[in-house]
């Protein structure tokens, strides 16, 4: 079935950086924009930004913008999205997910990934 | 940029009551609009896009309406498995609303 498979739990130290990867299978992986969304706890949905896995064309929300990296391997059908500079405020949960294309654009997330969360402490 | 407006953020209700969360945009978005459900630990699944397009395999209970800069996601009678939080998402850009919290009267 189509699904987005995310790696696991990650705790870091401020300052460090996250590497978290996002495997797809059941589609054509190269097809579809991959969008990365954030939520910390107890708080709502944030947008970061997307990477087109064909192109490797990537946009970034303004917040993130210096601090996120995001890329793809289309050999194994894996986004990644990595965050530098880590603060106590990037403790969140962390989701990958797939888009669809309309008139209006590539924002409509039909498939996501489980999350993962990051914790962020010393 | 365009801002999306939830409410109420927060609505207790019991199982049978119609529910109905408001969404509205700071600008015209035509039917570019999304819901999705979230439940506590577990990633938003869609509902609805385009404003009134059910998703396969979501109950007809769920419905949405609306166009321009209001809209309107209805639970036409609330199960206990609607318990969640409730968010719309403009689909020409990238915002998402607040969140609507439906909790257990």
């Known amino acids: 079935q189509v699904q987005l498979v995310q790696s696991e739990a990650e705790v870091k130290k401020p300052g460090a950086s996250v590497k978290v990867s996002c495997e797809a299978s059941?589609?054509?992986?190269?097809?579809?924009?991959i969008h990365w969304v954030r939520q910390a706890p107890g708080q709502g949905l944030e947008w970061m930004g997307w990477m087109h896995p064909n192109s490797g064309g990537t946009r970034y929300a303004q917040r993130f913008q210096g601090r996120v990296t995001m890329t793809r391997d289309t050999s194994i059908n894996t986004a990644y999205m990595e965050l530098t500079r880590l603060t106590s405020d990037d403790t969140a949960v962390f989701y990958c997910?797939?888009?669809?294309?309309?008139?209006?654009?590539?924002?409509?997330?039909?498939?996501w990934g489980q999350g993962t969360l990051v914790t962020v402490s010393s | 940029d365009i801002q999306l407006t939830q409410s109420p953020s927060f609505l207790s209700a019991s199982v049978g009551d119609r529910v109905t969360i408001t969404c509205r945009a700071s600008?015209?978005?035509?039917?570019?609009l999304a819901w999705y459900q979230q439940k506590p630990g577990k990633a938003p699944k869609l509902l609805i896009s385009?404003?009134?397009t059910l998703q396969s395999g979501v109950p007809s209970r769920f419905s949405g309406s609306g166009s321009g800069t209001e809209f309107t996601l209805t639970i036409s009678s609330l199960q206990p498995e609607d318990f969640a939080t409730y968010y719309c998402q403009q689909l020409n850009s990238y915002p998402f609303g607040g969140g609507t919290k439906v909790e257990i009267k």
């Open positions: 385009a404003a009134s």
């Open positions: 600008q015209g978005i035509s039917s570019y």
């Open positions: 059941g589609y054509a992986f190269s097809g579809y924009y």
């Open positions: 997910a797939r888009a669809l294309c309309s008139d209006a654009g590539c924002y409509l997330f039909d498939i």
